[in-house]
């Protein structure tokens, strides 16, 4: 997986970028592990599924992420009582047209991939 952590100027931070098909994954590493303690508690649960294929399972915010042998999974629910309106009217103002999905964003990536993701990330925090 190419990613890219690069300097937001208007948020004042930093973010790791990605292709669209890892935005979920991108996402939820420059918003919610801001802190070493959080981190580390990713490295390891990473660590554990691919030593011990142990599952582990983080809920942060709308992001539900899955670590497990296979690699990990990072879900982002979308509210879509917000968002179902003007979606519908981007494409038709007939609900029959258009059904709103409740499931979210996903996006999947290898454990090796993560975790070297997650440990450049961790370097910039510092």
């Not at 931070?13 to 919610?32: C, N, R």
């Not at 993701?117 to 370097?123: A, D, G, L, P």
Request: net charge negative; glycine share 4%; proline share 1%.
């Amino acid at each position: 997986m190419d990613y890219e952590i690069a300097f937001d100027q208007e948020e004042s931070s930093y973010k790791v970028q990605t292709d669209y098909q890892f935005s979920a994954i991108a996402e939820w590493v420059s918003v919610y592990l801001k802190d070493v303690e959080t981190v580390q508690k990713v490295l390891v649960a990473a660590r554990l599924a691919e030593a011990d294929k142990e599952v582990t399972e983080f809920n942060h915010g709308p992001f539900k992420v899955i670590f497990s042998e296979e690699g990990t999974l990072v879900s982002r629910q979308v509210d879509m009582q917000s968002a179902e309106e003007e979606i519908k009217a981007m494409f038709d103002s007939q609900d029959s047209f258009y059904r709103a999905s409740t499931d979210g964003i996903q996006a999947e990536c290898g454990l090796e991939d993560l975790i070297k993701m997650v440990e450049s990330w961790y370097e910039v925090l510092q």
